[in-house]
């Protein structure tokens, strides 16, 4: 029997190309570090809709949850876009998210040394390095509140709700406060406090979870200034911790400081072990199929998946270090700068499990 039982959810565009790269290199770390690894695949997005008629078929999640963990690829594409909202792909991810318990979203925005160039922001700014860890709510907030279409004023109008428990509050607080003990003990909580009730209620409940950490720094920013602060001193962050759909919008605007999306993994997580671990760029349907996509970010996944929910913190390491190593000479296109070598996906793949 093997050690771990993965569920592989490839998805749709790139997903299935940058999902074989990462299953390639997760293998290869197995063999390294004594560990054997079961596949099976499910479908989820555009894929299930074509398939079954729904994003999100019951069997993949029975799947999932039989599983230790699930590496995902990416869904959506152009095919799906013109779909009623509860049958497009996006909905899938969504309904996985929260049929799976995973509340808890991290998205590490890191540079990799050799690509420091790449980010759009002035060397200056970003000094030295730039490691901030974005804790985002995943399964609660107005992504999962109740909405729908009404008349007013004899007009059509739409409307959707931000709501959040103490208890969801309470548990993603920790889960903050928690990496933050591991890190740099400072965590900034990003709300909109000044405006909106539910945030209110949010930066009450953090600051009295804080109460269990005495030795972390908290501060507070709105996310207004939050979204500012990113760009003119992205320095200043450890961990940030924020709600569903703040969650969503900056970390991608922290993805962009890092320079590629390309590069950035991340987890979402359970109460318990189950983990599903995803790139945080999309499906990228303009250059599916023709070899030249970036598998680092999947790869990085399944880095972070090593750590948070397999216990292998060691294996996670040497993929991360072999990803910076590879780096130094060979770019996929994405991250193509004059003097390196141009390689294609599967290629990255090869080399990254060369050098671990
Ligand atoms: C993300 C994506 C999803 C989200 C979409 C595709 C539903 O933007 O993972 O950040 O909003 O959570
Ligand atoms: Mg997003």
Redesign the pocket.
Same mark, same amino acid.
């Given at each position: 029997m093997a050690d771990y039982k993965i569920t592989l959810l490839k998805g749709d565009g790139i997903g299935p190309e940058i999902v074989n790269q990462a299953v390639k290199v997760l293998d290869k770390t197995g063999e390294k570090f004594g560990f054997s690894i079961e596949y099976d695949e499910a479908l989820l997005g555009g894929c299930a809709i074509d398939a079954t008629g729904v994003p999100l078929p019951d069997e993949t999640v029975e799947k999932c949850k039989a599983s230790d963990s699930v590496i995902l690829g990416a869904? #959506?594409g152009p095919k799906w876009d013109t779909l009623p909202g509860n049958l497009r792909p996006?909905a899938g991810?969504?309904g996985i998210r929260g049929a799976l318990g995973l509340f808890a979203n991290l998205r590490p925005s890191v540079i990799f040394g050799p690509l420091k160039s790449a980010s759009p922001i002035k060397d200056e700014i970003i000094g030295g390095n730039l490691d901030i860890m974005i804790v985002r709510e995943?399964t609660g907030g107005i992504?999962f509140g109740e909405r729908g279409r009404k008349e007013v004023g004899g007009h059509p109008a739409a409307w959707d709700t931000e709501m959040y428990t103490v208890p969801e509050i309470e548990r993603i607080a920790k889960v903050a406060f928690d990496l933050a003990m591991k890190r740099n003990k400072k965590l900034t909580n990003v709300d909109k406090a000044n405006v909106l009730e539910s945030s209110r209620l949010w930066r009450e409940t953090v600051i009295k979870v804080s109460k269990e950490y005495p030795e972390v720094e908290l501060n507070h920013l709105y996310v207004d200034n939050c979204a500012m602060q990113l760009v003119r001193n992205p320095g200043q962050f450890d961990v940030i911790v924020t709600s569903?759909i703040f969650g969503?919008i900056l970390?991608?605007e922290a993805s962009m400081i890092a320079g590629s999306i390309g590069m950035l993994a991340s987890a979402s997580l359970s109460d318990g072990k189950l983990g599903l671990y995803e790139p945080?760029h #999309?499906s990228a349907p303009d250059i599916a199929g023709l070899g030249i996509a970036n598998p680092l970010a999947t790869i990085l996944s399944v880095a972070m998946m090593l750590r948070y929910s397999l216990d292998q913190p060691k294996a996670a390491q040497a993929i991360e270090t072999a990803v910076a190593k590879v780096l130094e000479t060979y770019r996929t296109p994405d991250i193509f700068e004059e003097g390196m070598k141009k390689v294609g996906c599967e290629e990255m793949g090869d080399l990254v499990c060369k050098e671990l």
């Open positions: 869904v #959506g996006e991810l969504l995943l992504y569903n969503d970390s991608d945080i #999309g």
